[in-house]
């Protein structure tokens, strides 16, 4: 009998997407920061997504027939309206972001949080409707990869690291505990910030659907992946 034994000396890939991720989304709100107010709102409308004008079945084919929207619905996500904004996005992209390029790689990783961002920018922009409303944020994003990770591991508990007083403590909780804290997290940030109770919830739920078929999609070429680093 033949048996496969996996290769100890196999090394883990570099994980580098979701670092060049956090680093962007750092580098943009520095950059975006340091404008004036007036220019800092131009910058929004600029790269912001949003529905544009003029408004109604005719205007809107024919202004999304611009390749402008489509962009923007990709550079959106790299603007946020505060620091909380930001620091809520930023804190799950690493608990998510991390286990799910080691299981997927940075490339995939890369492909699901630029369409997963977009098809959730998209899916709140057709949802609100509104000329004057801008939707900015990596949410969707993130959503994406929480829905591709809680697809490939329901039952998974992720490491995370929890203030107790002076002292810093690991401990492993349930994805999905840290999935309804994410939520939770949205409302807070949402409503301590300048955009008051401007949560698009249809873009966090658009991007979570798109981030579980996804993974249902390439369930398969992850496998093979992981087979392949354990020398199998």
Do not use: C
């Amino acid at each position: 009998m033949f048996v496969s034994i996996p290769n100890r000396r196999a090394k883990t890939p570099l994980r580098w997407a979701v670092p060049m991720l956090f680093a962007l989304l750092w580098l943009a709100f520095l950059w975006a920061s340091t404008r004036s107010a007036n220019e800092h709102y131009a910058l929004l409308l600029d790269w912001g997504a949003l529905y544009g004008e003029p408004v109604g079945t005719d205007g809107v084919l024919v202004n999304w027939l611009d390749p402008g929207p489509w962009l923007r619905l990709v550079t959106a996500l790299f603007l946020h309206a505060d620091w909380a904004h930001l620091l809520g996005n930023l804190v799950f992209l690493l608990i998510f972001g991390l286990p799910a390029e080691r299981l997927m790689g940075a490339w995939r990783l890369l492909v699901l949080f630029v369409l997963g961002g977009a098809v959730a920018n998209l899916a709140a922009v057709l949802a609100i409707g509104a000329p004057d409303r801008l939707i900015i944020g990596a949410s969707g994003a993130v959503s994406s990869l929480i829905g591709a990770y809680l697809a490939l591991f329901p039952r998974a508990r992720l490491g995370v690291v929890v203030p107790l007083g002076l002292f810093l403590e690991f401990v492993r909780a349930p994805a999905s505990l840290l999935i309804g804290v994410w939520a939770l997290l949205q409302v807070f940030f949402a409503y301590i910030g300048p955009a008051f109770g401007a949560v698009a919830w249809v873009a966090h739920l658009a991007g979570f659907l798109v981030g579980v078929a996804f993974a249902l999609v390439s369930r398969h070429a992850i496998g093979q992946r992981l087979r392949r680093l354990k020398g199998y």
